[in-house]
């Protein structure tokens, strides 16, 4: 029985929450589609079982086990995902949390998610210094890492670099092969034009013949939307099942009807989706050459099919991996790029940085795009942010999470993840701390020209900015003295409704 046990004085069960919704380690795993309605999952100190019971609902293999409220050793057993969710944080033995990741790695066939509590991210002020953690008022420990540190204490442990998915989120696979397949997935919605990107390869087909039943108009109409999709012939493997089980019952075979389907496809829509992959796979080599580039052998099926179609070759792809990074390293291009996406109204360029909404990311250049990508490859998934933010002397990323950005004139950043790519350093910061109340000032930079609310928050922007007696340095005034400046100047603040 794996000896997860509270010692006389630190009772771990009060850590357990009821949840109204999965916790973030559950979406991820769901979003990233490394859980899947085929997957089996062990909740590996469940708690209450909300996850367990969230993911029945939607027809998931899922069981839990927990030394407290689960206890029952009968649902233990090997399965294709495994998370160890906020468990290590709450365990105030280092030697038992090294035992507990080994144990939940143990039950993997494919992929364990790991996540634990950051520094930043807890209330301490009901807490004393216990050990390497904090020991709770209601006698439960705490113990907060930071990105890196949790991030080395699963590598060392279990000799498997892991995935960061996700502010204190990470997934370790026991497959190459899922991990290449996860990344590219989670890449996959940057997509950035490649400077000067080589013609794709021209598909030719035979002309369409006027004798084609009906059964097999219905197949190469399906063909066509998933060429449009891959832009290039399938595999076989590619085939939805219902499509692979006609073809099977048609009088011709996988590559006359794709042909045929090719066919009916206009060439300048193959081409944009041709460099919409060779984009894709430039940006994905880029990061692997920044985290470490994978052999050809260690890529999905499916990716490999692309590098041989659209790259040419391996190699080709690797070395044009290594020239886009190289690009994204270019301070000055960036800085240059920057300013061209502020002159389209896509962001806001100011001391040294390059702040922007994330709705306006696809607008951005590539360099840009893969800046983001980088950071997004050391803390994993930040897409639910609201601003982001390019530090071009420093070499670091933020993302800005400001829940009331879309209705609030004066919205509230509640927190920031800072990433430093020179050191590989996640900082996760509290915004709401001991009260505090930080604003985002001048909201109408980030908005298009012609968003509903533009024209009153630019009035209103405008206004403020010019008070004499603030300072709108950095992060701008505090909220006492803005506040006080405000009720003072007898500016009024809009009121929006969300747009």
């Not at 991030?151 to 290449?180: M, S, Y």
């Not at 108009?217 to 076989?236: A, S, V």
């Not at 405008?462 to 950095?474: M, P, S, T, V, Y």
């Amino acid at each position: 029985m794996p000896n997860i046990r509270a010692t006389a004085e630190v009772e771990r069960h009060k850590t357990a929450i009821p949840r109204s919704s999965v916790s973030a380690p559950i979406f991820l795993l769901q979003s990233g589609a490394v859980i899947s309605k085929d997957s089996s999952v062990l909740d590996y100190g469940c708690g209450r079982g909300d996850d367990v019971e969230a993911l029945k609902k939607v027809q998931i293999d899922a069981r839990g086990w927990d030394p407290h409220f689960s206890p029952n050793t009968q649902y233990l057993e090997v399965c294709d995902v495994v998370n160890l969710g906020f468990v290590l944080n709450v365990i105030e033995d280092r030697d038992e949390r090294m035992e507990a990741l080994r144990l939940a790695f143990g039950y993997a066939r494919q992929c364990l998610s790991v996540s634990v509590m950051l520094i930043g991210k807890g209330d301490l002020s009901n807490s004393r210094p216990y050990k390497d953690g904090f020991l709770t008022s209601r006698n439960t420990f705490q113990k907060y890492y930071s990105q890196g540190e949790i991030c080395d204490f699963i590598a060392n442990t279990l000799e498997v670099q892991p995935v960061a998915a996700g502010p204190g989120v990470f997934f370790v696979f026991r497959d190459e092969v899922a991990e290449q397949r996860y990344l590219f997935r989670r890449q996959s919605g940057l997509r950035q034009p490649v400077s000067s990107p080589r013609k794709p390869n021209t598909f030719k087909g035979p002309k369409r013949s006027k004798d084609i039943s009906k059964a097999n108009q219905n197949i190469i109409n399906e063909l066509e939307r998933l060429i449009r999709e891959l832009g290039r012939h399938p595999d076989e493997v590619e085939l939805p099942d219902k499509l692979r089980k006609k073809i099977s019952r048609s009088l011709h075979a996988l590559p006359y009807l794709s042909n045929l389907a090719f066919k009916e496809i206009e060439g300048p829509e193959l081409h944009e989706t041709a460099l919409r992959k060779i984009e894709s796979l430039t940006l994905f080599f880029a990061l692997n050459a920044f985290s470490g580039q994978k052999t050809y052998r260690e890529l999905p099926a499916e990716l490999q099919r692309d590098v041989r179609v659209f790259m040419g070759s391996h190699q080709r792809a690797i070395s044009d991996g290594q020239a886009f990074l190289y690009s994204i390293g270019d301070t000055d291009k960036l800085i240059e790029d920057a300013h061209s996406a502020e002159a389209a109204g896509a962001g806001c360029v100011k001391e040294g940085k390059f702040q922007f909404h994330v709705n306006n990311l696809p607008l951005l250049s590539a360099r840009l795009q893969g800046y983001v990508a980088i950071g997004q490859r050391l803390a994993g998934d930040l897409s639910d942010a609201t601003l982001m933010r390019i530090h071009f002397s420093s070499k670091k990323f933020s993302a800005l999470y400001i829940p009331d950005f879309d209705t609030s004139a004066l919205p509230r950043v509640v927190k920031r993840v800072k990433v430093s790519f020179q050191s590989f350093d996640v900082d996760l910061i509290d915004h709401t701390e001991d009260g505090k109340v930080r604003l985002l000032y001048f909201r109408s930079r980030y908005l298009v020209n012609d968003h509903p609310h533009f024209d009153l928050q630019n009035t209103f922007d405008k206004e403020i900015e010019a008070l004499a007696e603030l300072d709108f340095w950095g992060e701008g005034p505090d909220f006492r003295s803005f506040s006080a400046a405000l009720l003072g100047s007898g500016i009024r603040v809009p009121i929006f409704q969300s747009p």
